[in-house]
């Protein structure tokens, strides 16, 4: 069964400055990964999605992602952050198979200083 | 193009009162999910719909939910008695197929209080 790791449970940045939010997989297939943002009080918006094509993935809002196999990995990263970053943010694994083929990882909580 | 309509937004019960909720996917979507997301988690799969089948209940407290989606359209998700445990926010979302690699989309979500 697939599984995610974030291995932060929460990020501060100031405005400006780079963002990374860590993400590892595990996956008994080829995944598909997603990253997906949520802000206070709002329902949960797809920032990105990998699915076997390039490897670097961009997103929207200025946002990207790089899979690396060997790593297990799916950070997702941004240059400057802005203050409306602010947010809970998701990686997701899904693998070609029904049942619980689509799961989320515990969740990031990214704050941007001003 | 519409997104998923949930409704209410907001409820409030007592232990031991039911309660349903409403989800209307985007036109078109053959798979439907039910998620449960409790305050600082990732969301957590119920149910998960293929038209009007059920392809994944595995994860559903069968004992007190229960979810329907009679026409393969529209969908209800109901409790039935309500726990203190079960103050979560309901998340329904739809996608095209069951693919992997299709998206899914989320609805707003429905805030549910149990006191």
């Known amino acids: 069964a697939q599984s995610v790791t974030q291995l932060d449970s929460h990020v501060s940045v100031s405005e400006g400055t780079p963002v990374l939010l860590r993400c590892n997989y595990s996956?008994?297939?080829?995944?598909?990964l997603f990253w997906y943002v949520q802000h206070p009080n709002k329902g949960l918006q797809l920032l990105l999605k990998?699915?076997?094509?390039?490897?670097l993935v961009k997103g929207i809002n200025g946002f990207e992602a790089e899979f690396k196999k060997s790593e297990t990995s799916f950070h997702l990263t941004k240059p400057s952050a802005h203050m409306s970053d602010a947010a809970e943010y998701f990686c997701?694994?899904?693998?070609?198979?029904?049942?619980?083929?689509?799961?989320f990882g515990p969740g990031t909580r990214l704050s941007v200083l001003p | 193009e519409a997104g998923v309509a949930q409704s209410p937004r907001y409820k409030i019960i007592e232990k031991r009162q039911s309660v349903a909720f409403w989800c209307n996917p985007i036109?078109?979507?053959?798979?439907l999910y039910w998620y449960q997301q409790i305050l600082g988690q990732g969301p957590k799969l119920l149910i998960q719909?293929?038209?009007?089948?059920?392809?994944?209940d595995s994860q559903l407290p069968k004992d007190r939910f229960s979810a329907e989606r009679l026409k393969g359209v529209d969908s209800t998700l109901k409790i039935q008695p309500a726990k203190l445990e079960d103050s979560a926010v309901y998340l329904c979302?739809?996608?095209?197929?069951?693919?992997?690699?299709?998206?899914?989309?989320f609805g707003p979500g429905t805030r549910l209080t149990v006191l």
């Open positions: 979302a739809s996608r095209d197929s069951g693919r992997a690699s299709d998206t899914q989309y």
């Open positions: 996956s008994s297939y080829s995944p598909s």
């Open positions: 990998y699915t076997s094509a390039a490897t």
């Open positions: 997701v694994v899904s693998e070609p198979n029904y049942g619980q083929n689509f799961v």
């Open positions: 036109s078109g979507h053959a798979t």
């Open positions: 719909f293929q038209n009007n089948g059920v392809v994944d």
